[in-house]
């Protein structure tokens, strides 16, 4: 089979449009125009009410959309969860991560379906309270990982199944941009208050991701983290200068750095780094190294967690080193379109989610665990609740 018919094999579903989805949005901000813009793309779809913390803001994203008849006159997300008339089936959850938990939870708890932006949360404690609610609930709850839809990914996962790289030993992930805080549009990813994490969370999540549900999502064991936020503290900082912000350096609460040598089950060493900011063009491609084989993954430009170009694998044949280029496989679709399509073909099929949080979990736990190693300035052992 070639790439092209790889491609081919991502099967394309009919959409019954005679069930429609209710689909509600709590957040109004950034990401919410992505999600707004491709469930407007999908034929089965009625957006029927939206809810934001600031007044008047919901309210606005909708009329900027030209949607009309959506209800936003509630002052929180609970009060729009309660509202009974609006049937809702789903709700996308678009707020800044330190309120990723608790809308989840209440929304599972309502008996509605979940498309939860990444990160997954803030600290295991809340992925595993998160989890404890989709369970009691029976509903569908994806995380918004949208590179998994990528083939790219996929490819890389299939290579990594097919056993053409032995066993599996060593991986470095991680990418990173030169001047990449993210804030065009206000401080939600820079406050503590607001994101709990930075560049850790918010493409360290993906970076992870890339590698953990290739290699089958094994269990993290240790992990001996690093937090750093030298340029995001620094009122100097060459896009606060630029943007008029040099405040910004006062209000930075996060990391804008991170790096970490974590144990995973199996014998699997993980070597991870990620920046928002750095005096570097790339922290490094992300490599895969097995006894037969090994794979590189080019990093890209603005680390976004997708695949930078073509891959390499390095093997032997007949006893000869070599390498097979795994050609860069262009995708049709839009990823995010595929994110919402997806999601909404598990709630009207009751299926499985595309990106289950059983498979983002020992992401977070990795994530925490480095938060908390940093802090501690030692290794910390990963210990998983059960749930
Ligand atoms: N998948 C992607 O490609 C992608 C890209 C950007 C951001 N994100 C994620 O999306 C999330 C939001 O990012 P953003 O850039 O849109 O942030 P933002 O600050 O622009 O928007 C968040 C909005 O949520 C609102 N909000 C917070 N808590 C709320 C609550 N309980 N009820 C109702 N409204 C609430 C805020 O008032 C704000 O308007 C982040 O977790 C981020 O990591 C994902």
Sequence with gaps: MGLDDFKKNQEKKVIDTNKKVRVGIIGTGWIADAHIASYLRQPDVEIVAGADLIPGKAKAFFEKHGVEGVKTDYASHKEMLADKSLKLDAVSICTYNRQHAQPAIDSLNAGINVLLEKPFTVTLDEAVEVIKAEKASGKILSIGHQPRMDANMKMIKKIC??????????????GGRRRGIPTPYGTSFIEDKTAGLGALGDIGCYSLDMVLNAVGNPKPLTVSGYKSAFFGKD???SNYVKTGHPEYASIFGVDDFAAAFIRLEGGI??????????????????????TKGSLRIPSTECWNGTVGGAMTIYHEVCGEQTQTT???????????????????DAVKEGGTAPVPSSEILYNQAIIDGIARSAEAGKEVEIVIPEI
């Design 161 to 174: 199944q097919s056993g053409q790289l032995g066993q599996i030993y060593y991986i470095q992930t991680g």
């Design 326 to 344: 795994v050609p860069i496989i262009k995708m049709e679709e839009n990823l995010f379109d595929l994110k919402i399509r997806t999601f909404l």
């Design 235 to 237: 009122p100097n900082y």
């Design 269 to 290: 060493i993980l070597d991870f780094r990620i920046a928002w900011a750095m005096n570097l063009d790339t922290s490094g491609d992300t490599i895969i190294m097995g």
